[in-house]
């Protein structure tokens, strides 16, 4: 098994980097292509459109997909995963306010820059009322959903967490509170969502078991991060889950793995971003994850799941100026930007360069509203639920 996804690495202009395809017969449909020795992509093609139909694959035909990738069967792959997004969401994008609220963290993933062994990382946490004043100033720029996310930091206990919960849902109660804070019992998630929290963003990381324990210490194993996932939804939170793309060791398989447990668990959300290595990590010396394969599992992702929420994330746009904008182009329709409080926003560094550190929340807010019309697309206001739970939460 190969590492194959540093071939395909974005250029210095943050374009996709791909080499299109020298055969100028290439076929321009597909009906009929697959297999075809005279039409290169045909199969590729084939397979794209077979995902839009049936919304799934064999392990085997995912692999060939991620394997097969060009900058034409790219462009093919976004127009239709772009269409689909049109026809469930039109030209809204959702948006959540994010509230990194703790970059405390009792484990040790290899290549997150908040680890617990990184003692270079300056620590921070909000209080209630810091986080609350994060939430005022979100919901005046038009955020119906609040994010918050944090290392797994046991000094806040849940009773805190319940807290926090209860005091967003009753001075904001017409806006979601996400929480995306790590492993936790099952007893746990249930007392948060009985305070009000409706959605939970745990990425499973990779489903490649081996790929996993490589990323991760020992004490952390993956068949954890699925029970917790599997809880979630079981309680019934609008779950999200997702995994970093190019991550060290990712392979064709391991990608396949990842669309073959998200088809099981049909998340809400799916959070995919290209990982971005941290000078502060083992993992600092390791090539980042690419644009255009970070657009290629957005497209993917999106004909598999049409009324998924996938956010174009700050890390597409870390790696490339325009990469929230070209996410979204690629069947993405949710953006996330960051409503902590600006003295601590370069603390909460995963990765190095982080953008958007030194902005106030409304230049965010305003700078990604216009980079939203600029690609023709509007901010809504709006919760911005599952199209499943919509009439739902309507009903409340
Ligand atoms: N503690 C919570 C958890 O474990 O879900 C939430 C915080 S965690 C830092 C949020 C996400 O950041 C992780 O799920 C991981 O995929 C992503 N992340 C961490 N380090 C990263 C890196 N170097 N590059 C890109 N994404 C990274």
């Known amino acids: 098994m190969n590492r194959f996804s540093a071939a395909a690495a974005p250029d210095a202009a943050g374009g996709t980097g791909v080499k299109a395809s020298s055969d100028a017969t290439r076929a321009k449909t597909v ?3 697959a297999d075809s020795p005279d039409m290169p992509g045909g199969r590729t093609r084939a397979l794209l459109d077979r995902l839009e139909g049936e919304h799934s694959l064999s392990r085997d035909e995912w692999v060939y997909l991620f394997e097969h990738r060009d900058a034409e069967s790219l462009e093919y792959l976004k127009q239709k995963a772009r269409a689909v997004a049109d026809r469930h969401f039109g030209k809204d994008i959702y948006t959540r306010g994010l509230i990194e609220f703790t970059n405390y963290c009792r484990n040790d993933c290899l290549y997150c820059g908040i680890r617990r062994s990184n003692r270079k990382a300056e620590r921070y946490r909000l209080t209630r009322e810091e986080i609350l004043q994060c939430c005022e100033d979100g919901y005046a720029l038009g955020f119906r959903t609040f994010v918050l996310q944090g290392g797994e930091d046991e000094s806040y206990s849940d009773e805190d967490i319940v807290e926090i919960v209860r005091s967003i849902k009753a001075g904001f109660p017409d806006c979601a509170v996400t929480l995306s804070i790590g492993e936790k019992s099952r007893a746990s998630y249930l007392r948060f969502f009985e305070a009000g929290a409706d959605r939970y963003l745990l990425r499973h990381e990779t489903a490649d078991f081996g790929h996993y324990r490589r990323l991760h210490p020992p004490e952390l194993s993956p068949e954890h991060r699925r029970e917790c996932l599997w809880s979630l939804k079981e309680i019934g939170y609008q779950v999200g889950t997702g995994f970093m793309v190019g991550a060290p060791g990712q392979t064709a398989e391991c990608l396949a793995e990842d669309m073959l447990f998200i088809r ?23 090539p980042g994850g690419s644009v255009e394969l970070t657009l290629w599992c957005i497209g993917v992702l999106r004909l598999m799941l049409p009324q998924a929420l996938i956010p174009a ?6 790696i490339a100026p325009d990469g929230r904008e070209q996410g ?16 601590v926003r370069k603390k909460y560094e995963l990765y190095d360069n982080k953008i958007c550190t030194g902005e106030e929340a409304a230049e965010c807010r305003f700078c990604l509203a216009g980079r939203m019309e600029r690609i023709g697309y509007h901010i809504a206001v709006s919760r911005g639920d599952h199209p499943s739970r919509r009439k739902e939460e309507a009903d409340v």
């Open 313 to 318: 994330t700050t890390a597409l746009g870390t």
């Open 264 to 286: 099981e668990l049909e998340p809400h959300m799916v959070g995919i971003g290209p990982f971005v290595p941290h000078h502060e990590t083992p993992l600092a010396k390791e």
């Open 328 to 343: 979204i182009l690629a069947g993405a329709n949710v953006v996330m930007p960051n409503l902590s409080p600006v003295a």
């Open 31 to 33: 009906s009929g292509a």
